[in-house]
């Protein structure tokens, strides 16, 4: 691999990791705002997913999901 592959190569990580970021951020506004509209359940099956998800390829945004699962598991009405 030349130089020139490795550059590309980490230039393409970085795009993939600031996608990841940002639709991560995305998710997160929605499933906060699915909690809001009532269907907390929904949102925490879904937050919980997306956490493992992530867990292994980028821990701190799945801490992010893991945060919004505690938060949002107290309210359901199991």
């Known amino acids: ?40 359940e929904a949102a925490c099956r879904l937050a919980g997913q997306a956490c493992i998800a992530l867990r292994h390829t980028d821990p701190a945004v799945a801490g992010r999901f893991n945060a919004l699962l505690h938060r949002l598991s107290p309210k359901l009405d199991w």
């Open 1 to 40: 691999m030349t130089l020139s592959d490795r550059a590309a190569s980490a230039a393409n990580a970085a795009d993939v990791s600031v996608t990841t970021k940002r639709i991560s951020e995305i998710l997160l506004r929605s499933l906060t705002a699915l909690a809001s509209a009532g269907d907390v």
